[in-house]
């Protein structure tokens, strides 16, 4: 059976998901088989696996850091927000109900058994399965229904590391006062603390070190410094909040500019990761309507609640600033979501998303769409079709997946975008996707649609020749996949200086 190294945190975006990616990378390169797994991931990032079932990013992440395919395994319950108090709940990979908090809570129990069958699956066929918690491992109110922490550290048996973020200050109470509220039993799991986040020298906090370990009688494990010259994908609403505020004020520059709607229920916001290692880009969120005239494209991305997103739009005036930023030249794109927003209307006669029935779309493509019970989630190959408005005509095949609930009927001039080949593994003739005739108003329900290197680099070009700007960057062979794959071990190396990996090894039995 495999061994079991679980990393837990003292509160959210303490960066327990990249610690866990760094060491399923760590354990792959020193030649271990390692799989990732958290119980139940709260995210509106989520992924399809090659047999059609829905997780979270963040194991998809780290099953890529440790060069395995995915699977619902590493993440048996995932939870996508459709409300500020309602969950859509996905088990093993397919929907099983929206619930209220209450609801989940009352129906949590009867979830433990697929919990169980999930990691004991992934203990029988690797070596080593890295855990990650959620938020902070000891919230009191929330214990009796821990799935995901303390609960899940004793149902593997698992040696466990407690992370604190260092940046957002009090490290001592975060760390010391999170031991110290563990009973006995959990305190006996804890093999050691690791610093996370430290701005400057890691030295400087050798005295703060020593006082962990005197109050805590566990090692410090390593101080890892702030990591802010990678770049990996985060699935964390809070991750989002930060690089809007991050670009917020951003100094004008020659590069194309490309500005994503934030909408309030935004997911697959990984869609656009690939734009910001672009060299001839500058990508931003933005969620107020003055600023839609900013971009070279705007683009829609994927909502968990389309109808209640649109509803939005519409109120706050960004529809008509999008409406109004198409007619004076520019273009709209749609993702998901995003695609069913530029239709005539979105109607949901099953309240399967909301209570609202029917709301009127932006009008830029003659499409209607009616949300329906059945979710649609694969992985698809498809092919773009040639249109001659557009200047790019990728021909490699593309690769990528969908998740939506939605159907489209297309009502007017509008064309197809896409043939998709094949589904999930299998045969598939089917047209995604509509694109107005001038080229400039598209949407596809394909995700991961621009990590495809030459189509995301064909819709750049087509960008650059519209807006009549020239770039030095067109011939640029930059491949994501490739810059992926270095950021693992770059962060793997990073880890590695600054934590005691060999100790780790030993405490949990490697060694």
């Known amino acids: 059976m495999a061994k079991r190294l679980m990393f837990l945190g003292t509160g959210s975006d303490v960066g327990k998901s990249i610690l866990a990616a760094a060491f399923c990378r760590i354990l792959k390169q020193d030649g271990y088989r390692v799989a990732p797994f958290k119980a139940q991931n709260m995210a509106l990032n989520s992924f399809i696996t090659p047999e059609g079932g829905e997780m979270g990013r963040a194991q998809v992440v780290q099953a890529e850091a440790a060069g395995i395919a995915p699977h619902v395994d590493m993440n048996p319950i995932l939870l996508k927000p459709t409300s500020l108090m309602g969950s859509q709940v996905i088990v093993h990979g397919r929907v099983i109900g929206n619930f209220q908090a209450r609801e ?64 957002r200050g009090g490290i001592f109470a975060a760390l010391l006062g999170s031991f110290m509220l563990m009973a006995p039993p959990e305190q006996e799991r804890i093999i050691g603390f690791l610093v996370n986040k430290l701005r400057g020298d890691p030295q400087l906090f050798d005295r703060g070190v020593e006082i962990i370990e005197g109050h805590a009688g566990r090692p410090v494990l390593g101080v890892i410094p702030y990591l802010d010259h990678l770049s990996l994908p985060e699935e964390d609403s809070v991750a989002l909040s930060r690089r809007l505020r991050a670009r917020a004020g951003a100094a004008a520059s020659s590069n194309l500019a490309v500005g994503v709607v934030r909408l309030p229920f935004v997911s697959n916001y990984t869609d656009f990761d690939c734009f910001e290692q672009e060299p001839e880009v500058d990508l931003e969120y933005f969620d107020r309507p003055e600023q839609v005239f900013n971009y070279d494209a705007v683009i829609l991305p994927g909502s968990k609640n389309t109808i209640e997103d649109l509803a939005c739009l519409s109120r706050t005036g960004m529809a008509e600033a999008i409406v109004a930023y198409y007619k004076a030249g520019g273009t709209v794109v749609g993702l998901c979501g995003g695609y069913q927003m530029l239709g005539l209307r979105v109607t949901d006669p099953l309240g399967v998303e909301s209570r609202l029935r029917q709301v009127s779309g932006l009008g830029l493509l003659e499409m ?71 080229g400039r108003v598209w949407g596809t329900y394909i995700h991961g649609i621009f990590d495809n290197d ?37 962060l793997a190396e990073a880890v590695r200086r600054h934590c005691d990996v060999e100790r780790i090894y030993r405490l949990v039995g490697l060694c």
Not at 377 to 386: C, D, K, M, R
Not at 417 to 437: C, V, Y
Not at 463 to 480: K, M, V
């Open 104 to 167: 989940y809570y009352e129906h949590k129990k009867s979830l433990v058994s697929a919990v169980r069958e999930s990691f004991e699956r992934l203990a029988r066929q690797y070596e080593v399965v890295v855990l990650e918690g959620a938020g902070s491992a000891v919230e009191l109110n929330l214990k009796e229904h821990d799935l995901v922490n303390l609960a899940m550290a004793d149902m593997a048996d698992a040696h466990c590391i407690l992370v604190g973020d260092i940046d």
């Open 454 to 490: 030459q189509f995301r680099r064909s819709f750049l070009q087509d960008l650059h020749e519209r807006s009549g700007r020239t770039s030095a960057h067109a011939a640029s062979a930059f491949s994501y996949r490739q810059w992926k794959e270095e950021q693992y071990d770059h």
């Open 368 to 438: 209607d769409t009616e949300m329906v019970l059945d979710k649609i989630t694969s992985q698809v190959e498809a092919v773009f079709l040639a249109h001659s408005r557009f200047s790019f005509q990728p021909a490699e095949p593309l690769f990528g997946y969908e998740i939506h609930m939605g159907r489209s009927v297309a009502r007017g001039a509008a064309q197809p975008l896409f043939h998709i080949r094949r589904r999930s593994g299998r045969r598939a003739d089917e047209l995604d996707g509509l694109a107005q005739p001038d």
